[in-house]
């Protein structure tokens, strides 16, 4: 079975479970997983039901598909990822959101804790870009045509107009929503050094991030 073959088999078992033309695609990195109980009328499909997808291992993440309505849209939300880390090849933790693409999002919105110098706990920040340090890359091998040219376009790979809504609905939740660039490292630097974030913090963090992500598009509703 070719890889294409195996992103239309996923596809298709999806949508058998009832998951017809999603908008948007909601990838929810750690502390944001409860952002899915939020979503109305859910289809819930576990990971391991899932033919042809990968395991999530990080402490937190749950490992559960979610589709539904969420602030008016159809979301189709991801309850952990599958990390390059945790020694899995780059086709599988890029295998979601070719699905995404499959079943009809138009935009997929990705989350994640990071931590950077001079930033504290709960600061809200907007990826504007990314350094690749890892030595790997997602498009290494066949192409395939129906996803996009063999080389993309990565000057507006987090698109331009989303990042501005993400800025102006930002404006109503915190001070600033600070733009930053990020590095993909080839080894896990993140610790768990729990002692040195506030309990208080971490919970204002998630509901404001939850809140965030719920009036993300709001503007755009009829």
């Known amino acids: ?3 294409l073959d195996k992103i239309q088999e996923t596809s298709a078992f999806l949508k058998d479970k009832g998951i017809q033309a999603p908008e948007f695609g909601l990838i929810l990195g750690s502390g944001l997983g409860e952002l899915a109980e939020e979503i109305k009328n859910p289809v819930v499909v576990d990971y391991a039901e899932i033919p042809n997808w990968g395991r999530s291992t990080v402490v937190g993440h749950a490992g559960k ?4 309505e969420l ?4 979301v ?14 780059l086709e599988v933790v890029t295998f979601p959101v070719r699905v995404m693409k499959v079943l009809g999002c138009e935009g997929v919105i990705v989350t994640n804790a990071a931590g950077g110098i001079g930033y504290g706990p709960g600061t809200l920040m907007a990826i504007s870009d990314h350094i690749n340090m890892t030595g ?13 040219p063999r080389f993309p376009d990565m000057s507006k790979a987090y698109t331009p107009e989303y990042r501005a809504t993400a800025h102006e609905v930002a404006k109503n939740l915190v001070s600033s929503l600070m733009k930053v660039s990020i590095s993909v490292l080839l080894v896990q ?6 002692k040195s974030v506030l309990i208080r913090h971490w919970e204002q963090m998630q509901l404001v991030c939850r809140l965030f992500l719920k009036l993300l598009w709001q503007p755009t509703q009829a």
Do not use: I, S
Not at 71 to 74: H, S, T
Not at 82 to 89: C, D, K, Q, R, T
């Open 1 to 3: 079975m070719t890889f």
């Open 136 to 148: 790997q890359n997602p498009l290494m091998g066949e192409n395939l045509d129906e996803f996009g």
């Open 76 to 89: 189709l939300a991801l309850q952990g990822r599958f990390h390059f880390y945790e020694g899995n090849p």
């Open 71 to 74: 602030a008016g849209r159809k």
């Open 65 to 68: 598909l979610v589709y539904g």
């Open 189 to 194: 630097l993140m610790k768990h050094q729990q």
